[in-house]
């Protein structure tokens, strides 16, 4: 919603992220927003395959300041509850809170409002959820605790995706990613040449292949300048790497705060 400015969106929830780019591909939504990494937990890799591997085009980013609640039935208090549940990461944004808090069963569920909805929807009592704040409203839960993430400055940084029709031209940042050969220094000659025509590397993250052994796949995020030219940093990457593709050209995401 912050993405799209506000605008009324349909929002198409997904249980996975294969999911969320099907749901494009089948024309059941416009566009996909994925989690790509957190600042506290890292990266999700199996992702960055996902998008190269689905032909799809990063168009944009969104990075949201995460902040997690306790919620639960209204009138229910901490001392009544038995058992919170919530997605394991979050669980794990919270285990500071959590571990102050005994004779708890902590679940792992499938996603955070879905957590939420569930308590809603089975009225479950001394049952709690770890969600957003927009969760408790959307599921008419009452917050017991406020922003129990352990790391206040807990961003989470989402892609925005379209087919490859949607893609952007013009952008102030550029996804690639490229293999590079065995010899020694192959990675290091790529990140000078990048360095020598003045591009910021912003990001750098090596995935495993799925289809050679013990080889990888190296994912880049570059900021660009208004006088680089995307054609000419490709073209004299070429050179220097193999399997290299261009995942998306978009603008450099602001760090939002979550209503």
């Known amino acids: 919603m912050q993405y799209f400015n506000g605008e009324e969106i349909e929002i198409v929830p997904c249980i996975t992220f294969d999911q969320v780019l099907l749901a494009v591909k089948d024309k059941k939504a416009d566009y996909a927003i994925m989690a790509i990494e957190n600042a506290r937990s890292g990266s999700i890799l199996y992702n960055y395959s996902l998008i190269?591997?689905?032909?799809?085009?990063?168009?944009?980013?969104?990075?949201?300041?995460?902040?997690?609640?306790?919620?639960a039935l209204p009138g229910q208090k901490l001392e009544d509850i038995k058992e919170i549940r919530s997605h394991p990461i979050a669980l794990a944004q919270c285990m500071a809170?959590?571990?102050?808090?005994?004779?708890?069963?902590?679940?792992?569920?499938?996603?955070?409002?879905?957590?939420?909805?569930?308590?809603?929807?089975?009225?479950?009592?001394?049952?709690?959820?770890?969600?957003?704040?927009?969760?408790?409203?959307?599921?008419k839960l009452e917050i017991i605790a406020r922003q129990i993430e352990t790391y206040k400055k807990n961003y989470t940084r989402f892609l925005v995706l379209a087919e490859e029709k949607k893609a952007n031209k013009d952008g102030n940042k550029v996804s690639i990613c490229f293999a590079t050969g065995h010899q020694p220094g192959s990675l290091a000659t790529v990140l000078v040449k990048l360095a020598e025509i003045d591009i910021n590397l912003s990001k750098i993250q090596s995935v495993p292949r799925h289809d050679h052994e013990w080889e990888y796949i190296f994912y880049l995020d570059l900021e660009l300048q208004s006088d680089h030219d995307i054609d000419l940093v490709t073209n004299l990457l070429e050179n220097y790497t193999s399997n290299l593709e261009v995942l998306g050209i978009y603008n450099k995401g602001m760090s939002l705060y979550e209503s």
């Open 97 to 139: 809170y959590l571990n102050q808090i005994h004779g708890v069963d902590i679940i792992e569920a499938e996603d955070t409002a879905a957590s939420a909805r569930l308590v809603h929807e089975g009225n479950l009592t001394g049952v709690a959820a770890i969600a957003s704040e927009r969760a408790a409203q959307m599921y």
């Open 52 to 71: 190269r591997e689905s032909g799809m085009k990063i168009i944009g980013e969104q990075n949201l300041k995460i902040h997690q609640n306790l919620m």
